[in-house]
């Protein structure tokens, strides 16, 4: 007998799982359920922003195909939410009035947009609707809003300087728009940059067109357009910030509302073990964004510094992936074999990456300590641990700028503004605890000027980190037919999150062909 399992919200990460379940499903092993509450099946938010400022298509962020999936057995209920889970009858009441029986159920809910609490924004933070001329770029309908600014050549002001909101000021400004960024703190990206990394970062932003208001601390927005949409944000300081279009991106929160609501534990995100089980209730799980992973035992080591979601799709992704399986397993076999599928790794520190045409940045880890701070550099050195060594090359003026912590010779964090080489050489160390070479400039050269032409990425090491996909995977689906980065990403994965390593991929590409022998 097939086994029922309902999935509670169609996103990215949720469609990896669909797609992870599909053989179990065709096998007739089980009956899935996926209940979403957009009228569209699930597309890659990620690139939303693309969209919006006419990048790409909504066809190109499509992720799963509902009536496909309907035609092979899967119940796929679009344009509805979830109202409550009754857990003692293991069944999901909708909003449609139906019910739907589950021995598995999933929450990938996900999260939604952080709304500041601002004069003339007052939304439901469980629903928030906006008023005219104020977005949070979360959906296809954002993207709309943005591509009408966008094309218009319209002012747009941009509410936070996290990687989001400032890949999303790139591209519109480049496009054609007049667009500030308003962020609180001397610098964007404020909680994952160091002070150095920071300036030339806010500098550079600046020579790509995009203006910048930091230490601004915003009260209100006014709403003084013809139509009665946004024409104003308000500082603390009195002064205004002109516009036509608000896009605000400061941050997403858990959703874990529906989780609360019928008893299970929750923090930040719905708490789950390592088996992505929610604490004391074995028929229930949750992935992605919504998920928390600590564990009920006090005394675990990885739980204990353990921290919140991620928010990026990366882990989601190999949470949907390692689920499948043991959901599988569940359903084919016992507890017990199921119990023997190691579980699901520790997730390592992500790599925040903004590409952007004229801008490059990579930040990761620990970056905060300055080379004579002798305070951070000795904190942690104890029991035998070495203590931190900090690396750092500083070249305002053309826009470049790299710092290198490491702890015995190991990478611990970094930070690299426009330098392309070195940071893709950095990035591949730091996930690999690599040692870096013993003369840090080495690193530096990378990036010379005998180097300015950015080559192929190396097949050996990961091109796309949110997929996990290496060089050498996307080269064989090159030799297999592949000649654009849209077939690669459709045979491999790659190049279906952030979308960052569309470069390289498309690098790979034409490095193929060009070794090609004429016809």
């Known amino acids: ?22 053989p179990a499903v065709r096998d007739g092993q089980v009956q899935l359920t996926v209940v979403g509450e957009e ?8 690139l939303v922003a ?23 057995g899967v119940d796929v209920r679009l344009g509805v939410r979830v109202r409550r889970v009754d857990r003692a009858r293991q ?7 139906s019910a739907v029986h589950y021995e598995r159920l999933v929450f990938a809910t996900g999260s939604r947009p952080v709304i500041p609490n601002l004069t003339g924004i007052n939304p439901d933070p469980t629903s928030p609707v906006l008023p005219a001329g104020v977005t949070a770029l979360r959906d296809l309908r954002d993207a709309g809003l943005l591509r009408q600014a966008v094309d218009g050549g319209k002012r747009v ?7 989001l909101g400032l890949e999303t000021a790139l591209a519109a400004a480049e496009e054609g728009a007049t667009v500030t960024v308003v962020h609180n703190g001397p610098h964007p990206l404020g909680r994952n940059i160091d002070r150095g990394g920071g300036a030339v970062l806010a500098a550079s932003l600046r020579q790509c067109g995009v203006r910048m208001a930091g230490n601004a601390r915003s009260t209100g927005v006014e709403h003084n357009a013809p ?18 279009l608000l896009v605000i991106s400061c941050g997403v929160r858990p959703r874990t509302e529906l989780a609360e609501g019928c008893g299970l534990s929750t923090a930040t995100g719905i708490l789950v073990d390592h088996r992505l089980r929610a604490h004391h209730e074995p028929h229930i799980f949750a992935i992605g964004d919504c998920a928390e992973v600590r564990c ?11 921290k919140g979601p991620s928010g990026l799709v990366g882990p989601g992704w190999r949470q949907a992936e390692w689920l499948a399986e043991y959901l599988t397993l569940l359903a084919t076999g016992t507890q017990e074999e199921a119990d023997t599928l190691p579980a699901l790794p520790q997730e390592q520190a992500g790599v925040i990456v903004l590409k952007a045409r004229g801008l490059n940045m990579a930040v990761a880890g620990e970056n905060g300590a300055e080379p004579w701070d002798e305070d951070a550099l000795t904190a942690g050195a104890v029991n035998g641990r070495a203590r931190l060594q900090v690396a750092q ?20 964090g970094l930070v690299s503004v426009g330098m392309p080489r070195t940071a893709a050489e950095l990035v591949g160390l730091f996930e690999r605890t690599a040692e870096l070479p013993a003369d840090r400039s080495l690193l530096l050269r990378l990036d010379g000027p005998d180097q300015l032409v950015s080559g192929p990425a190396d097949p050996q090491g990961t091109v796309c980190r949110c997929a996990g996909i290496s060089g050498a995977k996307i080269q064989g689906a090159v030799e297999e037919g592949c000649s654009t980065v849209a077939e690669v990403s459709k045979a491999t994965r790659a190049g279906t999150g952030c979308g960052s390593c569309h470069e390289d991929i498309k690098g790979l590409i034409e490095k193929h062909f060009q070794a090609a022998p004429a016809a």
């Open 91 to 97: 069944q999901v009441v909708l909003t449609d009035g």
């Open 157 to 163: 002001v941009v509410l936070g300087g996290g990687v």
């Open 39 to 46: 009228p569209e099946a699930a597309y890659n938010r990620v």
């Open 296 to 306: 009920p035992d006090a005394a675990c080591p990885e739980c204990r510094t353990a």
């Open 1 to 22: 007998m097939s086994e029922q399992i309902v999935i509670v919200g169609f996103g990215p990460v949720a469609a990896r799982l669909v797609d992870e379940l599909m």
């Open 393 to 412: 090359w500083s070249d305002p003026e053309h826009g470049r700028y790299v710092k290198m912590t490491t702890r015995g010779g190991v990478l611990e």
């Open 227 to 244: 139509d009665g949409g946004f024409s104003a944000l308000l500082l603390d300081d009195g002064s205004a910030i002109d516009g036509d």
């Open 50 to 72: 693309d969209l919006g400022v006419g990048r790409t298509t909504a066809d190109a962020l499509a992720l799963a195909d509902a009536e496909a999936l309907a035609a092979v």
